[in-house]
């Protein structure tokens, strides 16, 4: 069993639609939770990370930890073709170096 | 200016053939790292270096061998390579190890596509 589990997908969704994006975790020492987002062909770029749950909102973003659960979310609103790209959640333990542990990312588009 | 740089971006070889993958980062990062990403999107770590310090070794082939020069440069050595290896190497850096990581998140370079054939 992977650390994080990510359903890769596809998920294709029209424009302006809600997408929710999740992952699960087994290991409950991972402290620190980021989101990334990969284009084709290009590389990883931070979108969000938290730390707590609860819900951390940046724009159209919304990023919610659920430590009890082990479960990880991103929720996109009024979704846009710009959006469509794969979403890697991202998870740390302290003192590990750096290390992250990657999901396996969910391929997303988004329809005009 | 580009932050993180990889060198070269496409690589198509043989079987059994060694190649180098170089990276720069021009951010000031003391941190550096290799990933692996397979073709299924997989992003697995394989090495991580800090001030020019190897801290991170993961369960990799020893035909891998990772050099850091000095703290903006790391380089990846491949020998005899294997069709296995085919897939997307990522360079990544971050400034330093601890929970500051998760603010700034690392920086990674656009990858370097290995095909062995």
């Known amino acids: 069993q992977k650390e994080v589990e990510q359903d890769p997908g596809p998920l294709s969704v029209p424009e302006g639609a809600i997408v929710s994006l999740n992952c699960t975790y087994s290991n409950s020492a991972f402290q620190y939770f980021m989101w990334y987002r990969q284009y084709s062909r290009k590389g990883p770029e931070l979108l969000m990370y938290?730390?707590?749950?609860g819900n951390k909102e940046d724009g159209r973003f919304t990023a919610q930890v659920d430590k009890s659960s082990k479960y990880i979310s991103l929720f996109i609103r009024d979704s846009q073709p710009s959006d469509s790209a794969t979403y890697l959640c991202?998870?740390?333990?302290?003192?590990?170096?750096?290390?992250?542990?990657f999901g396996q990312g969910t391929e997303l588009s988004v329809k005009p | 200016d580009t932050a993180v740089s990889q060198t070269p971006k496409y690589l198509v070889t043989q079987m059994g053939n060694d190649k180098s993958i170089k990276c720069e980062q021009n951010l000031g990062h003391d941190t550096m790292y290799w990933y692996k990403q397979d073709s299924k999107k997989f992003l697995k770590i394989m090495f991580s270096y800090n001030n020019k310090e190897l801290i991170i070794n993961e369960t990799v082939p020893n035909r891998f061998s990772p050099k850091s020069p000095d703290k903006a440069h790391l380089n990846l050595h491949i020998n005899s390579l294997e069709l296995g290896d085919s897939a997307v190497y990522f360079c990544?850096?971050?400034?330093?190890?601890?929970?500051?990581?998760?603010?700034?998140?690392?920086?990674f370079g656009s990858g370097t596509r290995l095909t062995v054939v």
């Open positions: 938290t730390y707590s749950s």
């Open positions: 991202a998870m740390i333990l302290y003192n590990q170096g750096g290390k992250l542990i």
């Open positions: 990544a850096s971050s400034q330093g190890v601890s929970p500051d990581l998760a603010n700034y998140g690392y920086t």
